[in-house]
């Protein structure tokens, strides 16, 4: 009921905000007041390795219920909060929550990896090494229990910088994924700059597999580019058991997507991984 009330004012918002600049300041405004009134939720996503079935990794993803507005996506308000640098704030907050939450799931006896998305903002943020190493030590959480997603932009204009950021990050037993893979520019430099450990195949590659025979020989390809350069290859947006049976001929390993599961609240997203942990026990 909650969830569909939220959708239609979600909804409702889309179409409003299709007017003037004057919605968007209106959500600008709201946005930078929203971590102080406590507005946003961290929601968790799982990876699973098709070859045991087993959740290896978790993506923290943002969510925003406006008091009024209701709930707002991410693909709206992200790119907000990264123009005006609200990014740098929440996602620092973002980090923390899914740090705290690894650590609460190691204590459970369950060593999951969070996903925590990065935007090219962030990246820039001369103290965002500094701002890790704490959340980390903060959280008392293990340097591997965390995977950075970046994402091919063209904001990522400066290149070496960001590359030695990320060699740093990754010098401290971070992990790094290319999100969105395929969807950006120069995709392939940074295959051969950045110290990855992941490519995520972007969904727009993944959702018509089924029909499109572009898309099976780009999913092939990605596939195969993965086990050349030994990366974790993850398969977003995998709805059904059809497209999971095709991308297991494939040789593709790590899933996400709605048919295992929609990202969910923290204590849903813990009673997941529980119940997964006492059927396999069993
Ligand atoms: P993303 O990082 O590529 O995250 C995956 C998106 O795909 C999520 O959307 C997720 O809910 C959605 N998704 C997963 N499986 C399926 C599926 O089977 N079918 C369909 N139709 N969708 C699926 P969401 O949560 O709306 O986030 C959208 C984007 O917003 C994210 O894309 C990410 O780029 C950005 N984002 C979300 N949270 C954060 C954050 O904390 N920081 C930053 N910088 N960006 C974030
Ligand atoms: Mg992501
Ligand atoms: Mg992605
Ligand atoms: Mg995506």
Redesign the pocket.
Known sequence: QAKEQGRNSYQYYTQALNDTGQDRLALEYALNQALEREEFAV?Y?PQIDTRTGAISHM????RWQHPQLGFI???QF?PIAEQNGA?VA??HW?LRQACAQAKIWQQLGMSITVG????PR?LRDGALLEMVDQTLAQTNLETSLLEL?I?ESATLHNLTQAQSVLMDLHRMGIGLAL??FGTGYSSLSYLKQFPLDTL?ID?SFVMDLLTQDKDVAIAKAILELGRGLDLRVVA????TEELQQLLQNFGCQHM????FS??LPALEATHLLQTQQSTRAA
Do not use: M, W
């Open positions: 929601y996503q993506e923290a993803l943002a996506s991410p693909a992200i990014i929440l996602g973002v925590v998305n990065l935007s962030q997603e994402t999100d969105d995520k969904r977003e947006g995998v709805e996400q997507g709605y048919l929609r990202p």
